[in-house]
């Protein structure tokens, strides 16, 4: 008879999801991850000359720590994530209008470009911080301007990062990728995970 068992039994002290993202919190309760989410204030301006990679680990450190660092804060480990589109070395963040949308659109068409998703889990009690950098690349077909145009009326670009949501419509979009798919929705499962366990945050697959 097959032992019961559970695929992530979280430690009892609390995790924290410090984002708003309505992705990111989709992707760890689909995990079976139990969190809370506390959306963070921190700045995410970008800095003069600063590099994708160390913009992305910057914010995701500023946010863990910003909702760590509340007095009345409960919990013990802090997630912070952001994600970028990158493309010819220009950052593409969420389009202010349709007019910004139709030109990231079509600057990303029949192309590659970089998805990166930074993260930090900091653990509060110990004082401990993670943080990495993880890169997809994806590729977009040619799109033609009825494409883009009704692509945008749907509303689907306004809130994403490069103007596109590849979980949504957005899908019609992009024939492959090279990385990982949960990294261009927003957070990258397989390296939080491990470094959640390495914290012992988490453990998978308890019997």
Known sequence: MPHSSQTIRNSSQ?????SASPRRRELLTQVGIDFQVVPSNADETLLEDEEPEAHVIRLSCDKALEVANRQTQTGRWFIGSDTIVVCDDVILGKPADATEAAEMLTRLSGRYHRVISGYAIHDRESGRTL??????????????????????????????????????????????????????VGLPLCEVIADLEGLDAIELFRK
């Open 14 to 18: 609390g995790i924290i999801l410090a």
């Open 131 to 184: 943080s990495a950098a993880v890169i997809t690349r994806v590729f977009f077909k040619n799109l033609t301007t009825r494409e883009i145009e009704g692509y945008i009326a749907t509303g689907e670009p306004f809130d994403k990062a490069g103007a596109y949501a590849i979980q949504g419509i957005g899908s019609f979009m992009v024939p492959k990728i090279e990385g990982s798919y949960s990294n261009v």
